[in-house]
């Protein structure tokens, strides 16, 4: 999965020929936070011991966390919320919010042949999501904490310059960038993992 997650191509090698796939996609993956499905749920108590826990978190692999953009842990919702009115905003709005930051990409990167900011080099990473001083030290801090690799720094920086897009804001703003960091939440050193 790492390979064709970084060259969007796919590589099948046999005896007597080699062929090579287009595989640009997106990776929706999800799995429980433990083998009993209720390490930090907000009422129920998780029965696995932590060596479990971690074995259980080491079937990922840190190399392929770190080439998944965002991950998040999902608590569960109770019953209450599920059926009660919410305040949140609506479908229609953030498709129409989705559209204008689709069409603000297109015209950043009309003469880099790529299309959105996941497809950005780190040549391009360098050019359309530069920092203020505040944004510097945010990021910094949060590699130095989150022990982020140079893979999730790009990472972050690709994401906050979507969600700064989807806010139609020409420069990312320091939350956007702390609401990026968030989503890093998953990397393999916040849960303890060498």
Request: charge should be positive; hydrophobic fraction near 35%; proline fraction near 5%.
């Amino acid at each position: 999965m790492r390979q064709p997650l970084e060259d969007n191509i796919i590589n099948i090698s046999r005896a007597k020929f080699s062929v090579s796939y287009p595989a640009n996609f997106m990776l929706v993956a999800s799995m429980n936070p433990c083998p009993c499905g209720y390490l930090n749920h907000p009422e129920k108590d998780c029965v696995c011991s932590p060596g479990v826990v971690q074995k259980y978190l080491n079937r990922i692999s840190g190399p392929l966390l770190d080439r998944i953009d965002i991950h998040l842990e999902v608590i569960p919702v109770p019953i209450e919320k599920l059926s009660g009115v919410s305040n949140s905003e609506k479908s229609d709005k953030v498709r129409e919010r989705v559209i204008i930051s689709r069409k603000i990409q297109e015209m950043r990167y009309e003469n880099d042949d790529i299309h959105s900011n996941s497809q950005m080099t780190s040549k391009l990473i360098r050019k359309f999501c530069e920092l203020d001083t505040t944004g510097q030290n945010l990021l910094k801090t949060a590699t130095t904490k989150l022990g982020l690799s140079a893979r999730a720094y790009d990472r972050i920086l690709k994401v906050s310059r979507t969600i700064a897009d989807l806010d139609s804001s020409e420069k990312i703003e320091a939350k956007h960038l702390a609401e990026a960091v968030q989503y890093r939440s998953l990397d393999k050193d916040n849960w303890g993992i060498n």
